[in-house]
Nanobody, 119 residues
Framework: QVQLAESGGGLVQAGGSLRLSCAAS????????MGWYRQAPGKQRELVAS???????NYADSVKGRFTVSGDNAKNMVSLQMNSLKPEDTAVYYC?????????????WGQGTQVTVSS
């Protein structure tokens, strides 16, 4: 059973920074991709940033240049550094991991952490 635990959310003023962390139970080598999604009230969940083996990253256009996703294999963690935050970044942020196993792609989610950016 894979567990993902997010931390680091909170309330910050526009222009400020937050760092989210996602701790996985066990090695993150088994995942072929890890990422961060967010869901604002009344909106669909959307991909914010992802990282795959070799450190290749992908970002939503809305966060490019402001957010940085990184992985720490030794700590089994993935982090999301968020700078120059805007009110529109307010959402619940979810850690996600995808594990290919036996021909099936398993999707795991954390419980979510609230990020609120005040104007």
């Amino acid at each position: 059973q894979v567990q993902l635990a997010e931390s680091g959310g909170g309330l910050v003023q526009a222009g400020g920074s937050l760092r989210l962390s996602c701790a996985a139970s066990g090695s993150i080598f088994r995942f072929n991709v890890m990422g961060w999604y967010r869901q604002a009230p009344g909106k669909q969940r959307e991909l914010v940033a992802s990282i795959i083996g070799g450190g290749i990253t992908n970002y939503a256009d809305s966060v490019k240049g402001r957010f940085t996703v990184s992985g720490d294999n030794a700590k089994n963690m993935v982090s999301l550094q968020m700078n120059s935050l805007k009110p529109e970044d307010t959402a619940v942020y979810y850690c996600n991991a995808k594990e290919p196993r036996g021909g099936i792609l398993y999707d795991y989610w954390g419980q979510g952490t609230q990020v609120t950016v005040s104007s």
